[in-house]
């Protein structure tokens, strides 16, 4: 699929598991910028698993500047009981640092909403670290809207073991 984006020489592609290893390399690209890498465990098999495997848990698109690839998005539905319909929601996007102030994230960013649309999607949404102003700023000018009113919560390792009875 080549986006109708605006920016000539740029289309986006959906994911092969041929691309494992660059999906794994935009995602370390990320967690470097988000300041933590540490915190990037996954694996090409873990993502070939979740991503191509007998269950796929998520989608990805790859960004493609004059055939280099420069983006990447992945995400996956979730569901809103309140709407009665699912919702689609965006865990990564990332643009490689030398390609940012393109509109690469625009262009992702709404190929993503007429995904939900044509999926019936009542809402598309995304998490952003509060300190990353940039991102906020390019969010709120495309109109999305800072859900300050919840506060996210997180069970991981020994916590979500316990939790589930294991510990």
């Avoid at 694996?43 to 698993?49: A, G, K, P, W």
């Avoid at 000018?141 to 589930?164: I, Q």
Wanted: aromatic share 14%; with cysteine; charged share 25%.
């Amino acid at each position: 699929m080549t986006a109708n984006s605006g920016l000539p020489n740029f289309r986006l592609e959906p994911a092969t598991e041929n691309d494992v290893p660059l999906i794994l390399s935009f995602i370390r690209g990320l967690a470097e910028y988000e300041r933590l890498l540490d915190q990037a465990v996954a694996t090409e098999e873990s993502l070939r698993q979740t991503l191509f495997g007998e269950r796929r848990y998520a989608e990805v698109l790859i960004g493609y500047y004059e055939n280099e690839p420069v983006a990447f998005a992945l995400y996956f539905h979730n569901y809103s009981t309140f709407l009665g319909k699912p919702g689609l929601y965006l865990e990564d996007l990332f643009v490689k640092p030398h390609m940012r102030g393109k509109g690469i994230g625009k262009i992702i960013l709404r190929h993503l909403a007429r995904i939900a649309k044509e999926r019936g999607c009542g809402r598309f949404e995304w998490w952003v670290l509060d300190w990353n102003e940039p991102s906020i700023a390019f969010y709120k000018s495309l109109g999305a809207v800072p859900m300050d009113e919840w506060t996210v919560f997180r069970v991981t390792g020994d916590a979500l073991d316990k939790l589930a009875g294991d510990a």
